[in-house]
């Protein structure tokens, strides 16, 4: 079984009708429901207002892969968190760092960049898949329309990835490297940029095959505990 956490800051959707007429249950709940569709996949979720996040030692403990989607409350996250998550990724846990969350402070500490880039709400954005060979691009299409979603643009301050496995176009012009792997310890991460919350990104079925295969992409290997005894710490 993957063990996967789904941290979602779900405060848009409280805060906002036209969030809320498009995630009524929060984003967490609609990526569990379809993570669920998979007899090997055990979802949990934390939420920002739950103490610790949601994310305590103890979960972290228990997580293969922990989910991250945030924005509005991105600056009071706490330090302690943060760095714990990074820990974790240092040991192994996989993380998949969706839309906004490239500038949560658990990114920023991992990858090292500002990782600022463009943006504007509301263009059709065309993901093209770069990487076919990639196993997250499993039984993804060459491209993947989206009618609607918030324009991330290049430049984007992120250092080198791994892999860029797929490529953002925007109906306004501009491009973005939406789908980039990067090695951080013993930990992979997965950034995905769809996913704006006043759009129902996470119900499109291609997009959801993209997260499954990410969950499995950055599942971690077994290791034993002196093999980590150097990250981490
Ligand atoms: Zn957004």
Not at 1 to 28: A, C, D, L, S
Not at 201 to 206: G, L, S
Request: glycine fraction near 6%; charge should be negative.
């Amino acid at each position: 079984m993957i063990r996967v956490t789904i941290y979602n800051e779900f405060v848009h959707e409280k805060e906002y009708e036209e969030v809320k007429k498009v995630y009524p249950q929060g984003i967490h709940t609609c990526i569990a429901n379809f993570l669920k569709e998979d007899s090997d996949i055990m979802v949990r979720t934390a939420t920002f207002e739950e103490k610790e996040h949601g994310l305590s030692e103890e979960v972290l403990s228990d997580t293969d892969v922990l989910i991250f989607w945030s924005h509005a409350r991105q600056d009071e996250f706490s330090d302690e968190v943060a760095l714990r998550v990074k820990k974790h990724v240092l040991r192994g846990m996989g993380l998949v760092a969706l839309h906004s969350a490239h500038y949560s402070k658990v990114m920023k500490t991992l990858l090292g960049t500002s990782m600022t880039l463009k943006w504007h709400h509301g263009e059709t954005e065309r993901l093209w898949c770069v990487n076919p060979t990639h196993p997250i691009a499993e039984g993804v299409p060459e491209v993947i329309e989206l009618p609607m979603e918030e324009m991330y643009g290049e430049f984007f301050d992120i250092p080198k990835p791994d892999d860029v496995v797929f490529a953002g176009w925007f109906s306004g012009g501009n491009v973005f490297r939406s789908g980039c792997t990067f090695t951080r310890g013993y930990g992979k991460i997965f950034y995905f940029q769809p996913g704006h919350e006043e759009y129902p990104i996470y119900y499109d079925k291609n997009i959801q095959k993209i997260i499954k295969n990410a969950v499995r992409f950055v599942n971690p290997v077994v290791r034993k505990e002196s093999d980590l005894e150097c990250v981490g710490q």
